[in-house]
């Protein structure tokens, strides 16, 4: 639920700064490793926004790739979850680089 709200907070504050009255439709973009059940984020943020400047905006997620440093054999590797290894060597010495983003690329407002 918090995120929902802090995105709803992040909308309120934009609107007053950039001057909008309505949000229509919000681009999200999300990292594998930011561990967020897209499901449930979904359905808090239809609950959320009722009564907001958001009330039936629609929220529209945008996967991320994860991506690592593999320290061992130093390859650029793709990862999906925190703890994975690397696909070129199979070590576990992988350097997080990309993938726990969460942040609102676009907007849609009026
Ligand atoms: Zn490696």
Known sequence: MSIAEGIVQTLEDQARVQHYSRVKTVWLEIGPLAAIEKESLLF?????????????????IIDLPGEAWC????????????????SECGSYQLQVTRGDELRIKELEVE
């Open 71 to 86: 320290l061992a054999c130093a390859s650029r590797v793709a990862i999906t979850q925190r703890y994975d290894s690397c």
């Open 44 to 60: 808090c943020f239809d609950a959320v926004t009722r009564d907001t400047l958001a009330e039936n905006a629609r929220l529209d």
